[in-house]
């Protein structure tokens, strides 16, 4: 599917697949990060440690998708962002025709003394029998990216409505552009708090 997306054109896809394979999987400076779906530290440490300018070498590619391996849970969490586990036995079907068994995680809410329902996201579709599925109570250990934390940026989740930072130093830029919805960009100036004010989209 990807190559015929590519007119089948192999030498413009290893060209793409080059530059891809050149790009950073996170960013971070003195002021700020940068990531596709969730900055976890103990993830971003972990690919530091092992890969030179955070850049995932071709070699690893196979590792990266054996789910036995903790450079699997590193990828997932990094560029598909943390999920959390419904009830057992659960499944149900997203939008993509996919079973699922897992929803994903507000990984920028804390968790502490919240139900489940707060720290899931993307679980209000009328779906019945995914809305039976979800835990009352929330005891599930979940990633959380704390108050003090550098400003993170990222995109991934397709969110929709009129964009906002989701906490003072988390702001997703991604409002669905590809499905109608708003190009998001943020004009920075290595504020420590973030601003709605700021949003351009």
């Not at 029998?129 to 991934?156: C, Q, R």
Request: with cysteine.
């Amino acid at each position: 599917m990807t190559l015929k997306s590519y007119n089948n054109d192999d030498g413009l896809f290893s060209e793409v697949l080059g530059w891809f394979q050149s790009l950073p999987v996170f960013y971070e400076n003195e002021h700020f990060r940068i990531v596709h779906a969730c900055w976890d530290e103990s993830s971003i440490r972990y690919f530091e440690d092992r890969f030179k300018g955070n850049k995932l070498p071709q070699w690893a590619l196979e590792e990266s998708v054996d789910k036995a391996s903790p450079l699997y849970d590193v990828i997932e969490n990094v560029l598909k962002g943390p999920e959390l586990p419904l009830h057992a036995g659960a499944v149900f079907l997203d939008e993509y025709k996919n079973w699922r068994r897992q929803v994903r995680s507000k990984w920028w809410v804390d968790p502490a003394g919240r139900k489940y329902r707060d720290v899931a996201l993307s679980i209000d579709k009328g779906n019945a029998f995914l809305d039976e599925a979800i835990p009352d109570e929330y005891t599930e250990k979940a990633i959380f990216y704390k108050a003090g934390e550098k400003p993170v940026f990222f995109g991934h989740y397709w969110l929709t409505g009129e964009p906002a930072i989701q906490t003072p130093n988390v702001c997703c830029l991604d409002y669905s552009i590809a499905k109608g919805g708003s190009l998001v960009a943020y004009r920075f100036n290595a504020e420590g708090l973030l601003n709605n004010a700021r949003l351009i989209s």
